[in-house]
């Protein structure tokens, strides 16, 4: 059965020769020794072939690094860090060449600084990352109806239907490669679970294929981290009942860690070790709300500067919905204090917006009602509720009416 899949999927593909012969012979080979240490091991019956081949998740490397590079060529093979520039900025992106040198994304930039003191730093271009971000989805959506885009540089796409996902995949990883510039990689597998780690598993350029069966032996001894929807903490407290690996997660008492983590969080636990599935590829673009916010650099105690930090937010966060025809009715602040305790305040207006007047005096108005007790460390705006042209709701067709067209 497996082989058949195989080489019938090989014989849809053109491209193909012999390294790529080879590869697959191998593929099947493996598919079957692993579906069966995988019975044995995990007591599940492999499904159907056909059926595991249902979810891509796509991502491109490096993405604002490699934006980045398309347009200054020059930086080619160098250390290269997207990073801000203020004493609390963190690294955005880090080239491969930059990640030798123990420089990743999340680090402090004044860390990274120090570890790689040869590296390129250059400031994030949001407005260049969202076009060629629309680009890249563009040429995706032109071979799939359904995707679900996470962020700019990810999404999950819906292969159910395809003849040969894996051709379609290939095609469009290749399009976007020609069209734009940006490398890509791409997991496929029965659900997004297994779609997601698979295609983070030979970043860059990856294109790995795996069934659930697969992915249960090939990361067997990761760290139950590695699956998406386990954070570090639910890690370290598994790592404190000796639940070190998927695999020992995978076998796993349910009825201890639903009792350690609550029942549904508990047996979801388990669940995802064994890459059981992960919900739908959603259709709707899940866009619902839209924020700016802003670190300080220092600590900012002065209601004045506050006040106007708030409203040049508005400002742009109303720019940027406008441009995308969306608008709002709930409209939010969001305060850190030095102490790092974080509040939300939220108000829902009557009729949608997307007007900075009316989002900033709303946040200003929340923000003077929160009166921060301490100074204040990071501050954001959000409109949240958003609709859009074109959705058919009657709140989109009020949305509408009410953008400044
Ligand atoms: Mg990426």
Redesign the pocket.
Known sequence: MHVLWHISDLNENSHTNRDDIMRYAYDARTDVRLAAAASATFGVVPTEPTEQLRVAHL???A?YVSVELLRRPELRGLPVVVAGSGPRAVVTTASYEARRFGVFSAMPAARARRLCPQAVFLPPDFAVYREHSARMMGIVRRHVERVESIGL??AYLDLEGFHSPRAAMRRIVAEIRSETGLVCSVGIGPNKLVAKVASDAEKPAGFVVLTREHACERFAHASPGLVPGIGPKTAAKLADMGLTTLRALALASERELMERFGSNHGRDLVRRARFESDGAVSQERKVVSESRERTFDYDVAETATLEAELESMSEKLCASLAAHRRAGRTIAIKVRLDDFSTVTRARTIEAPTCDARVVGAVALALLREYAPPRPVRLLGVRVAGLVAEGADSAEAQAAQMALPL
């Open positions: 991502d491109a490397d993405f540089d990810e």
